[in-house]
Antibody, heavy 121, light 111 residues
C-alpha cells in the first residue's frame, strides 16, 4: 500500500521560505509514470493545488504561484519537496502531498494526512 | 477561493440516502473534465471515493455513487452508516485557470 507523509517546520516567519518534504513508501517515485503534487487547505481559499512534478522531473505549477514555488524530487530518498518563497499569512494552512496518474483531469489517488503550517513572526 | 460549490453540510439518519452536489462552470465540469470525490476524516489522509464521475476504486462500498450532468456533479450515499460521517469534497480541472480545482467541502452528519 502506497503511503505518503509530509514533514517540515510547522512555523515559518513572514517573508521567509516554507520548505516541506513528502516521503513516499510502498512504491518508488523513479519510473512510476505518475505525478507527485502539493495541495494546501487554507481558511481563505479552501483547497488549492500548488503544483506537481513528474517522476522524470518535469514540473507544473499553479500559474498564480509560479514565481514563488519550486517542487523538486530526490529519487534516491524516494522523496519530493516543496519550497514556497516570500510567505505571508495567506500561505498558512494544511499542506498535503498526493500522487496523481495524469496532469490534466486526473484524480489524486493517494494523499498524505497533511501537515499544518503557520506563518508568524 | 474554491472554484466548485458544495453545500456546507448535509445530514441523515442511519439507513437514509443523502446527496451532495458539486456545482462548477463551463470551464471545468461543463467543459467535460472528470469529477472525482474524496472522503476526509479528521487527522487522516483524504481517500479517493469516486473516480471519473462514477467509478468506485477497489474497496469502496457500492452505497457510494457518483453522477455528472452539465456543469454539476453529485455524490449519493445510500444506506447511510455512522462511519460515513466525514467531510466530502469534489475535484476537477479548470481549463481557464490551468489548475486542478476543488469543491468547498460538505460535512455529512449521521443523526
Amino acid at each position: 500500500q502506497l503511503q505518503l507523509e509530509e514533514s517540515g517546520p510547522g512555523l515559518v516567519k513572514p517573508s521567509e521560505t516554507l520548505a516541506l518534504t513528502c516521503t513516499v513508501s510502498g512504491g518508488a517515485i523513479r519510473g512510476s509514470s505518475h505525478y507527485w503534487g502539493w495541495i494546501r487547505h487554507s481558511p481563505g481559499k479552501g483547497l488549492e493545488w500548488l503544483g506537481s512534478i513528474y517522476s522524470s522531473g518535469s514540473t507544473y505549477y499553479k500559474p498564480s504561484l509560479q514565481r514563488r514555488v519550486t517542487i523538486s524530487v530526490d529519487t534516491s530518498k524516494n522523496q519530493f519537496s516543496l519550497k514556497l518563497r516570500s510567505v505571508t499569512a495567506a500561505d498558512a494552512g494544511v499542506y498535503y502531498c498526493a500522487r496523481h496518474p495524469g496532469i490534466v483531469g486526473s484524480n489524486l489517488d493517494y494523499w498524505g494526512q497533511g501537515t499544518l503550517v503557520n506563518v508568524s513572526s | 477561493q474554491a472554484v466548485l460549490t458544495q453545500p456546507p453540510s448535509v445530514s441523515g439518519a442511519p439507513g437514509q440516502r443523502v446527496t451532495i452536489s458539486c456545482t462548477g462552470s463551463s470551464s471545468n465540469i461543463g467543459a467535460g473534465y472528470d469529477v472525482h470525490w474524496y472522503q476526509h476524516l479528521p487527522e487522516t489522509a483524504p481517500k479517493l471515493l469516486i473516480s471519473a464521475n462514477f467509478n468506485r476504486p477497489s474497496g469502496v462500498p457500492d452505497r457510494f455513487s457518483g453522477s455528472k450532468s452539465g456543469t454539476s456533479a453529485s455524490l449519493a450515499i445510500t444506506g447511510l452508516q455512522a462511519e460515513d460521517e466525514a467531510e466530502y469534497f469534489c475535484q476537477s480541472y479548470d481549463r481557464s485557470l490551468g489548475t486542478y480545482v476543488f469543491g468547498t467541502g460538505t460535512k455529512v452528519t449521521v443523526l
